[in-house]
Nanobody, 124 residues
Framework: QVQLVESGGGLVQPGGSLRLSCAASGRIFTIYDMEWYRQAPGKQRELVASISSGGGTNYADSVKGRFTISRDNAKNTVYLQMNNLKPEDTAVYYC??????????????????WGQGTQVTVSS
């Protein structure tokens, strides 16, 4: 019913920047909280940043001051601006969103959805 498509990952040098995008599509009524997670090889998936429907944000201690999460409700899109990247930031990044949508029988439901992931590699 709903899909999240991520883009913007790639290879950058330490100190460089990347901007990740995650666009939602489908029979969307409204999008509540949106989040970015990441998972490095051999490590558990961790929450990087979140933004509420009211605009409040939270960040993991490891990215505070370097990453900025934002959203464009008109485009059903959440962004993650990543500056001063470090090798420790290397991971697959996933977006997550709590979304109210219309199902096949025209009834509204609220569920959590995940993007497919995008690779971010920070290396010299």
């Amino acid at each position: 019913q709903v899909q999240l498509v991520e883009s913007g990952g790639g290879l950058v040098q330490p100190g460089g920047s990347l901007r990740l995008s995650c666009a939602a599509s489908g029979r969307i009524f409204t999008i509540y909280d949106m989040e970015w997670y990441r998972q490095a090889p051999g490590k558990q998936r961790e929450l990087v940043a979140s933004i509420s429907s009211g605009g409040g944000t939270n960040y993991a201690d490891s990215v505070k001051g370097r990453f900025t999460i934002s959203r464009d409700n008109a485009k059903n899109t959440v962004y993650l601006q990543m500056n001063n990247l470090k090798p420790e930031d290397t991971a697959v990044y996933y977006c997550n969103a709590l979304i109210k949508y219309t199902d096949d029988v025209t009834r509204r439901r609220t569920s959590m959805f995940w993007g497919q992931g995008t690779q971010v590699t920070v290396s010299s």
